[in-house]
């Protein structure tokens, strides 16, 4: 069964800092892109941070470069995002997405990432 289950998310002081996690189960991670993407309340979802599969090249938001790092773990099934100097304007769930193909797309459920004093 395909799934990708995001972790780490929370409440946290603008400044600080989270990194969250994706496992993936039920399909060949490696040969996945994958992505981070993020919901703010009432707003439309957006791209945070992709790393694909074949050199690892990472594309970030304008929003979030040099404060993100997206990184993933192939042996482990598992991606990655250290969030630095976290934002309120960064409040938001974020979901982890892995894609192959137009028919190969999974999306996680989601974890909260709040940011405020």
């Known amino acids: 069964q395909v799934q990708l289950a995001e972790s780490g998310g929370g409440l946290v002081q603008p400044g600080g800092s989270l990194r969250l996690s994706c496992a993936a189960f039920g399909f060949t991670f490696s040969s996945y892109a994958i992505g981070w993407y993020r919901q703010a309340a009432g707003k439309e979802r957006e791209l945070v941070a992709t790393?694909?599969?074949?050199?690892?090249?990472?594309v970030y938001a304008d929003s979030v470069k040099g404060r993100f790092t997206i990184s993933r773990d192939n042996a482990k099934n598992a991606v990655y995002l250290q969030m630095n100097s976290l934002k309120p304007e960064d409040t938001a769930v974020y979901y982890c997405?892995?894609?192959?193909?137009?028919?190969?797309?999974?999306w996680g459920q989601g974890t909260q990432v709040t940011v405020s004093s």
């Open positions: 790393i694909n599969n074949i050199d690892r090249s990472t």
């Open positions: 997405r892995a894609r192959q193909s137009l028919t190969r797309d999974y």
